[in-house]
C-alpha cells in the first residue's frame, strides 16, 4: 500500500520579521514553524531558553537561520542543539554576518570568516556528532559580506547531497566543499 511521505519540517531560529523572513521563500509543500526569543510577527514558538529548542531528538529535516547567530552569546549551544533535533540526514543552513556595523538586537557579539563552519564541525565531533560542511562561501561585497554555511547532521550521509549552492553562484568569495580544503575562489 502506498503511505503518503511525511512533510519536510523546516525550523527557522531568529524567525521574528524584522527585514522579512525566510517563511517568505520556503515551499509551502514544506511545514514551516518559526522560532525565536519573544512574541513578535513571524514567530510561531517562543523559546523559553534560547539554548533550548522544544523539539524532540532528530525530527527535524532542515534548520535555517539568518543573521541571527551573531546575536547569540553562546552561538556553539545553538548548534549543538540544532544538530540534536536534526534527522541524521537533517540540513542547517547558517547565514552570518563576517563584517558590518555593530548592531545590538539585543546584543551583538560575533562575526562569522571562512574557517567558521570547520570550527563548528570540530566542536560537533567534540560532543560525539559526525557533522560536516557540504559548503561555506563568503558573500562578495556589500556592507555585511554575509557567511553562508550549509552542514550535514552526519557526514555518512553526504552522497545524499550531491548539489551545491555554489555550482552556479558567482558572486562569493572563500569557497569551500565537502571533502576539499582548497578554496574555490
Known amino acids: 500500500a502506498f503511505e503518503p511521505k511525511p512533510k519536510t519540517t523546516v525550523v527557522e ?9 525566510l517563511r517568505q521563500v520556503c515551499p509551502s509543500s514544506f511545514e514551516y514553524i518559526g522560532v525565536d ?6 514567530v510561531d514558538i517562543v523559546l ?34 540544532i544538530l540534536r533535533v536534526l534527522k541524521p540526514k537533517g540540513l542547517f543552513y547558517l547565514n552570518a554576518p563576517s563584517a558590518g ?3 545590538r538586537y539585543p546584543v ?6 571562512p ?10 565531533r567534540r560532543n560525539g556528532v559526525n557533522a560536516d560542511v557540504l ?5 562578495r561585497g556589500g556592507e555585511w559580506q554575509d ?17 551545491r549552492i555554489l555550482d552556479t553562484k558567482i558572486d562569493y568569495e572563500n569557497g569551500q566543499i565537502l571533502g576539499g580544503d582548497k578554496l574555490l575562489n
Open 13 to 21: 531560529i531568529g524567525s521574528q520579521d524584522v527585514n522579512g523572513s
Open 37 to 42: 526569543f519573544q512574541k513578535a510577527k513571524g
Open 48 to 81: 523559553d531558553d534560547p539554548y533550548a529548542l522544544p523539539f524532540e531528538s532528530e525530527t527535524i529535516d532542515i534548520v535555517i537561520s539568518s543573521s541571527c547567530f551573531e546575536h547569540s552569546e553562546m552561538f556553539w549551544l545553538v548548534f549543538l542543539e
Open 101 to 103: 556595523p555593530f548592531h
Open 108 to 113: 551583538d557579539c560575533w562575526r562569522f570568516y
Open 115 to 124: 574557517d567558521s563552519g570547520k570550527a563548528l564541525v570540530t566542536w560537533a
Open 135 to 139: 559548503e561555506s562561501f563568503t558573500q
Open 147 to 163: 557567511f553562508i554555511s550549509v552542514f550535514l547532521k552526519d557526514a555518512a550521509h553526504a552522497s545524499a547531497f550531491p548539489g
